[in-house]
């Protein structure tokens, strides 16, 4: 955990930094995601759905950093537990990440988000490494994407769909 915070505040004061000097762009970008469980997450659900919030700082042309958190719950589905029990459980990934995108084009992004994500909900499972590469269209007021979420975990908690965020705050 400590090497975790470290990295983060080496994140955010290189952003807030280099919001400084100038030249930069932020954006702090809100957002819903809805996906479909993938790996040992779709023995337990059906559906994910999200908030996402996330600042932004493009300091460098077409490369962009930023800090990025959340929620996904993903709904839970019958199933039998180990005592042959049926259950029906909600759970939820709460990220803490670090955000890297790269623009290839002024509309097109490619990135992800890498960090800790926290599992909530869930006997046995506090969390692990979380990853989440993306891919979607970018225009300076909203964000259109593909992505792929995952905690490596015991059971590998995991989904693929859909995103969209919101650019609230634009500055220079």
């Given at each position: 955990?400590?090497?975790?915070?470290?990295?983060?505040?080496?994140?955010?004061?290189?952003t807030?930094?280099s919001?400084?000097?100038?030249?930069g762009?932020?954006?702090l970008?809100?957002?819903?995601?809805?996906?479909i469980?993938?790996?040992?997450?779709?023995?337990?659900?059906?559906?994910?759905?999200?908030?996402?919030?996330?600042?932004?700082f493009?300091?460098?042309?077409?490369?962009?950093?930023?800090?990025?958190?959340?929620?996904t719950?993903?709904?839970?589905?019958?199933?039998?537990?180990?005592?042959?029990?049926?259950?029906?459980?909600?759970?939820g990934?709460?990220?803490?990440?670090?955000?890297?995108?790269?623009?290839p084009?002024?509309?097109?992004?490619?990135?992800?988000?890498?960090?800790?994500?926290?599992?909530?909900?869930?006997?046995g499972?506090?969390?692990?490494?979380?990853?989440?590469?993306?891919?979607?269209?970018?225009?300076?007021?909203?964000?259109?994407?593909?992505?792929?979420?995952g905690?490596?975990?015991?059971?590998n908690?995991?989904?693929f769909?859909?995103?969209?965020?919101?650019n609230?705050?634009?500055?220079?």
């Open positions: 955990m400590k090497k975790l915070s470290l990295l983060f505040m080496l994140i955010a004061g290189f807030f930094t919001a400084q000097v100038g030249e762009t932020n954006w970008k809100l957002g819903i995601h809805a996906g469980p993938t790996s040992g997450a779709s023995d337990y659900s059906n559906f994910a759905l999200g908030v996402d919030a996330k600042y932004q493009l300091g460098v042309d077409s490369f962009g950093i930023g800090l990025a958190t959340g929620y719950n993903y709904f839970g589905k019958e199933y039998t537990n180990k005592v042959g029990k049926k259950e029906k459980k909600d759970f990934v709460v990220p803490v990440a670090a955000l890297f995108r790269y623009y084009t002024q509309n097109f992004f490619v990135g992800t988000d890498l960090g800790y994500g926290f599992i909530t909900g869930r006997d499972s506090k969390g692990g490494f979380y990853y989440r590469p993306e891919v979607g269209y970018h225009s300076n007021d909203w964000n259109i994407f593909l992505y792929y979420a905690v490596s975990d015991k059971t908690v995991a989904n769909g859909l995103g969209f965020n919101y609230i705050i634009q500055g220079q």
